[in-house]
């Protein structure tokens, strides 16, 4: 079975809705069901990647799993995924395929990337096989990096 992780969201969501175009048969794994996409024959399960139990209740052997990474800071991002990397293990996956960030690792020099780096790691030591897709920054985002003026007023250093 294919699981998708995220579907309530953007990423999520495409990835789920191309799988039905395709006739796969998946479960969407959620943290509301109310808001889960309409897809004709997927499955809907409850799970929270703070939650290993209703992780491990999700997820079933050999299932295939595409894991979208928590929209939190690493604070929440890391724990989270490592208790979803274990619960996955425990219950046999065969593969996940892990939305990850362009040049991941312990030396990046972007926050995220960090994280996601650490993530690839805990995959890496899982021994569950897996992908990671290096996505970049979605360029849908960037109208909302700018105030009504058009300017970016985050605070960036120096």
Same mark, same amino acid.
Request: net charge negative.
């Given at each position: 079975? $294919?699981?998708?992780?995220?579907?309530?969201?953007?990423?999520?969501?495409?990835?789920?809705?191309?799988?039905?175009?395709?006739?796969?048969?998946?479960?969407?794994?959620?943290? *509301?069901?109310?808001?889960?996409?309409?897809?004709?024959?997927?499955?809907?399960?409850?799970?929270?990647?703070?939650?290993?139990?209703?992780?491990?209740?999700?997820?079933?052997? *050999? *299932?295939?799993?595409?894991?979208?990474? $928590?929209?939190?800071?690493?604070?929440?991002?890391?724990?989270?995924?490592?208790? +979803?990397?274990?619960?996955?293990? #425990?219950?046999?996956?065969?593969?996940?395929?892990? $939305?990850? +960030?362009?040049?991941?690792?312990?030396?990046?020099?972007?926050?995220?990337?960090?994280?996601?780096?650490?993530?690839?790691?805990? $995959?890496?030591?899982?021994?569950?096989?897996?992908?990671?897709?290096?996505?970049?920054?979605?360029?849908?985002?960037?109208?909302?990096? +700018? *105030? #009504?003026?058009?300017?970016?007023?985050?605070?960036?250093?120096?």
């Amino acid at each position: 079975m $294919l699981v998708v992780t995220g579907s309530t969201g953007h990423v999520g969501r495409l990835v789920a809705g191309e799988l039905s175009t395709r006739g796969m048969r998946q479960r969407l794994l959620v943290r *509301d069901p109310l808001r889960a996409p309409d897809i004709a024959g997927a499955e809907i399960a409850m799970a929270d990647y703070g939650d290993p139990e209703s992780i491990a209740d999700a997820l079933e052997p *050999d *299932d295939r799993v595409f894991m979208v990474s $928590l929209h939190e800071g690493p604070e929440q991002r890391v724990p989270h995924h490592r208790a +979803f990397i274990e619960a996955a293990a #425990s219950a046999g996956v065969a593969h996940i395929v892990y $939305l990850s +960030f362009v040049a991941a690792g312990p030396d990046a020099i972007f926050l995220h990337a960090r994280s996601h780096g650490e993530t690839e790691r805990m $995959l890496a030591e899982s021994g569950v096989p897996w992908t990671a897709i290096r996505n970049s920054m979605y360029a849908d985002d960037i109208p909302g990096w +700018f *105030d #009504s003026d058009g300017l970016n007023t985050v605070p960036a250093g120096e």
